[in-house]
């Protein structure tokens, strides 16, 4: 049964500094690895889709990695700013059921002014 | 395009009443499912559509029915509430399935309170 872990559970950083999230799954039968974005009290937005076939993606100041061998996906936050606080979602895309993700519990940064 | 809408936003039940969950994207989106977000789980798959007449099971079916009859719409029923089903439901498509593995939106979620 795949399993997504994400490390660390909650991060505080000051404004401007650059930060890591991880994200490690168990089964490297995936389709692909997306991370979403939850603010409180709202829905999901995708920030970043990783095909199982590519190693890394990058949208503006993220990027994320994907090493299928090793289980483990990296979200590459630069120059953090207070309005990126929020949760930080990562999920592994499985052949089963369709399209099924298989969700991480997430990482809550704060970034502080 | 108003992506995924859900309604109600907030919806307060008692035990053993019924209700359906709203659903509508309008993107022609193929496939559309169903997730509840509870506090130290996640996000587990309740069902799940790749086209309008075709449902199934995901992992947590029970107590829910789906229906989808357009391609728009997927309604979540809930055949008689249960405190167990007290959770956030977000409703998510994408215009494609299979190892395409097309980015999935989600809707802004119904939080269902059952007394």
């Known amino acids: 049964k795949q399993e997504v872990t994400q490390i660390p559970a909650a991060l505080s950083v000051p404004e401007g500094e650059n930060l890591v999230l991880n994200c490690s799954f168990t089964?490297?039968?995936?389709?692909?690895l997306q991370w979403f974005r939850q603010d409180p009290g709202k829905g999901l937005t995708s920030l970043l889709l990783i095909q199982s076939s590519q190693r890394e993606q990058t949208s503006g100041r993220l990027n994320a990695s994907l090493d299928k061998s090793s289980g483990r996906s990296t979200l590459y936050i630069a120059a953090s700013q207070p309005g990126d606080s929020a949760t930080y979602l990562c999920?592994?895309?499985?052949?089963?059921?369709?399209?099924?993700?298989?969700f991480g519990a997430g990482t809550i940064l704060r970034v502080k002014s | 395009n108003a992506g995924v809408t859900q309604t109600p936003k907030f919806q307060v039940l008692k035990t053993g009443q019924s209700m359906t969950l709203q659903c509508a994207q309008d993107m022609n989106h193929e496939y559309m499912s169903w997730y509840r977000q509870d506090p130290g789980m996640g996000l587990r798959l309740i069902h799940y559509?790749?086209?309008?007449?075709?449902?199934d099971q995901g992992e947590v079916p029970n107590g829910y029915n789906v229906s989808r009859s357009t391609t728009e719409d997927f309604p979540l029923r809930l055949l008689s509430a249960a405190p167990s089903q007290t959770s956030v439901y977000f409703c998510?498509?994408?215009?494609?399935?299979?190892?395409?593995?097309?980015?999935?939106?989600f809707g802004p979620g119904t939080r269902l309170l059952v007394l």
């Open positions: 089964d490297s039968a995936i389709y692909n």
């Open positions: 999920a592994a895309c499985l052949i089963e059921y369709g399209n099924k993700l298989v």
């Open positions: 559509s790749v086209g309008a007449g075709i449902t």
């Open positions: 998510a498509s994408s215009y494609s399935f299979g190892p395409s593995g097309e980015t999935q939106y």
